[in-house]
């Protein structure tokens, strides 16, 4: 018998969102891949087995062995898409926005994004990592075990690096593994408010090869993690030239390529990063038909960030099943960033994508799991409950899966298992 440093039996779903490569598309994303009375066994931080109880454990035995006792057990979540390192909060922002004010009005007025980069520029190193911590902390606790952090909170050249920094610090201190992105056109700084051209300038020329030299010489170079450029295409931020111009010089240093598009206005960003072969292409509330097409016909991975609209207030939310039924590839985020979506939890995201987007639980359950390890490069290594594969796994306190987007509000994650080492929570 081979043995194991760790094997999990009993769960009365063991569902593995299992793709056997590539992002699940359409039908695929009825099929969660759940084995009943499923078990997993562990070697090295990594899924050694998977089958049913009496397969593994007629395989393998080990020396630590968890009953399930007929809970779910499935992949820990990957969120795709947030913003967690920054400093104070935007709570005037959000008294603002309950009386009425819109999210680009307070932007236009110097509020929100800004209003965080002052604070983030102000911040020390390890003032903003340990908020970051506590952030990833709460990700943890609801099942999240990897994730994408961007910078953008800095939007100077001293400030973007000391965000890549603690991002870095982030991925070496906590459980959660982090994939990073360089977002240093998140916004237009008040200093080139009038010369958007300028501060793009200073974006290509300056910023985007210190960012990637920093890469370079940073721990994900040297693990073989990604690192991804993305803008914030939008009226009054950064035109789809500016996206045009910037991804160009981006994927011509190495970095692959990510963008908000679509989140208030169609400005043609979705086609533009379709044709840039983006990694993501991340909101898409105004996707228009034929970029639906072209999504659907590519490579990129669509995400989509219900929280966003709720936070907001909507009951306009990006059209996921229409992008699903086309045959794109659709991955769910939480965003969790100060201003437009506070919220650490992939299963809040996912309940509300159930009720709004009319996702099933199957659907959502493949769009937080291994669509979205697609939509930041992991898709071969992290994601799913497959054979090679980073053991990284929840217990949830229920037995049927569907439990996860059905309640809210709560948090059904029982036990967290990182790279093969159950988290102390
Ligand atoms: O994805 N530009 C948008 N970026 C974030 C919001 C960040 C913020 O408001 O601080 C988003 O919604
Ligand atoms: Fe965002």
Redesign the pocket.
């Known amino acids: 018998m081979r043995s194991a440093d760790l094997i999990i039996h009993g769960a009365g779903q063991l569902v593995t969102c299992a793709s056997g490569g590539g992002p699940k598309r359409g039908e695929a994303m009825l099929d969660a891949g759940i084995i009943a009375d499923g078990a997993v066994a562990v070697i090295d931080g990594k899924i050694a087995a998977v089958g049913t109880s009496g397969e593994v454990l007629s395989d393998l035995e080990s020396s630590k062995i968890i009953d399930a006792e007929g809970r779910v057990v499935c992949p820990g979540f990957v969120d795709p ?1 947030t ?1 967690i390192v ?1 400093a104070g909060d ?1 709570l005037n922002e959000f008294e603002l926005k309950i009386k009425g004010a819109e ?1 680009l009005d307070i ?1 236009a007025a110097g509020g ?2 800004i209003s ?1 980069v002052r604070n983030t520029r102000a911040a020390t190193e390890e003032d903003l990592t340990q908020a970051a911590l506590k952030r990833l902390d709460k990700m943890l606790a609801c099942g999240t075990t990897t994730c994408e952090i961007k910078t ?2 800095g939007l100077d050249t001293e400030t973007e690096l000391k965000m890549l920094r603690v991002i870095e610090e982030l991925d070496k201190r906590h459980a959660i593994d982090v994939v990073p992105t360089f977002l240093g056109a ?2 237009v700084p008040p200093e080139f408010k009038d010369n958007v051209d300028e501060y793009v300038d200073l974006v290509c020329d300056e910023m985007l090869p210190l960012a990637w030299e920093w890469y370079v010489g940073s721990k994900f170079a040297n693990e073989g993690r990604p690192f991804y450029c993305d803008i ?1 295409t ?1 009226r009054n ?1 950064f035109s789809v030239e500016h996206m045009n111009r910037l991804m160009a010089k981006a994927a011509s240093l190495g970095f692959g390529i990510k963008a ?1 598009v679509d ?1 208030f206005t169609n400005l043609g960003g979705s086609r533009l990063g379709v044709e840039m072969r983006a990694a993501s292409i ?2 898409l509330d105004a996707i228009s038909d034929d970029e639906i097409e072209m999504l659907a016909a590519s490579e990129t991975v669509g995400i989509v ?1 219900p929280t ?1 609209n709720f936070n907001g207030g909507k009951t306009q939310f990006a059209p996921a099943r229409k992008l699903i039924d086309a045959g794109c590839a659709i991955a769910i985020s939480t ?1 969790y ?5 506070p919220c650490p939890s992939m299963p809040m995201a996912m309940a509300i994508s159930c009720r709004y987007q009319k996702l099933l639980p199957a659907e959502v359950m493949n769009a937080a799991t291994i669509n979205a390890a697609f939509a930041i490069g992991l898709g071969a290594t992290h994601g799913s409950i497959e054979p090679g594969k980073a053991a990284d796994l929840l217990i949830l306190d229920s037995t049927d899966y569907r439990l996860v987007a059905y309640e809210f509000g709560g948090n059904l994650v029982s036990s967290v298992i990182k790279n093969g080492q159950v988290i102390d929570l």
Do not use: M
């Not at 960033?337 to 979506?341: K, L, M, R, T, V």
């Open positions: 898409h913003h920054f935007r999210y932007l929100g994004i965080t953008g909170y998140h916004t914030f939008e931020s908000h989140q991340d909101h960030i966003e965003d960033n100060p201003g437009s979506a």
